[in-house]
Antibody, heavy 120, light 107 residues
Framework: EVQLVESGGGLVKPGRSLRLSCTAS????????MSWFRQAPGKGLEWVGF??????????EYAASVKGRFTISRDDSKSIAYLQMNSLKTEDTAVYYC???????????WGRGTLVTVSS | AIRITQSPSSLSASTGDRVTITCRASQGISSYLAWYQQKPGKAPKLLIYAASTLQSGVPSRFSGSGSGTDFTLTISCLQSEDFATYYCQQYYSYPLAFGQGTKVEIK
């Protein structure tokens, strides 16, 4: 089955770090870029960033709201994408989704999401 | 950064109604626009890409139109399973941006 499963969410204090994982199955992970999105409680969708496939250099792009604090990486041997979140703020509280990115700009495969709550 | 204005923010409709949702981009984005449906507690589901191309498996009662700055999602005959929140998303340039969402509720 083609799917993405996020993990690693939880409750964390402001200023702390957290790493999310996105485990892929059912497709050739290394052929795709991987993107992260988030959705604050009761709010709309926000793009967080993405990492290109190795074929396209494995480079990354980030939203201004997380640039310098969040880092996306990938381990193609394990079919996992990571979102390292540092210096977390209360406004980072959201459900975080990973998506398969066929370099098209739109997203046909989403994980179920993992909730990150930043609170003291 | 490109901004997307989506309207209305919510609407009430009955099963069988025709529903129209609009998105306006702050600058021309050609046809680089997608539409998603999201139900409570679930991930978004891709409905339409390239402004008017129906994603595989999506019912034909959904349709999209527009190019440049103005876009429309139409549900021709609303079904019970269509009550959800709908988002448009531009992918003309980064940062990717979504509209604020339209919640379609039962009248």
């Amino acid at each position: 089955e083609v799917q993405l499963v996020e993990s690693g969410g939880g409750l964390v204090k402001p200023g702390r770090s957290l790493r999310l994982s996105c485990t892929a199955s059912g497709f050739t992970f290394g052929d795709y870029a991987m993107s992260w999105f988030r959705q604050a409680p009761g709010k709309g969708l926000e793009w967080v960033g993405f990492i290109r496939s190795k074929a396209y250099g494995g480079t990354t792009e980030y939203a201004a709201s997380v640039k310098g604090r969040f880092t996306i990486s990938r381990d193609d041997s394990k079919s996992i994408a990571y979102l390292q979140m540092n210096s977390l703020k209360t406004e980072d509280t959201a459900v975080y989704y990973c998506t398969r990115d066929g370099e098209t700009g739109y997203f046909d495969l989403w994980g179920r999401g993992t909730l990150v709550t930043v609170s003291s | 950064a490109i901004r997307i204005t989506q309207s209305p923010s919510s609407l009430s409709a009955s099963t069988g109604d025709r529903v129209t949702i609009t998105c306006r981009a702050s600058q021309g984005i050609s046809s680089y626009l997608a539409w998603y449906q999201q139900k409570p507690g679930k991930a978004p589901k891709l409905l339409i890409y390239a402004a008017s191309t129906l994603q595989s498996g999506v019912p034909s009662r959904f349709s999209g139109s527009g190019s440049g700055t103005d876009f429309t999602l139409t549900i021709s005959c609303l079904q019970s399973e269509d009550f959800a929140t709908y988002y448009c998303q531009q992918y003309y340039s980064y940062p990717l941006a979504f509209g604020q969402g339209t919640k379609v509720e039962i009248k």
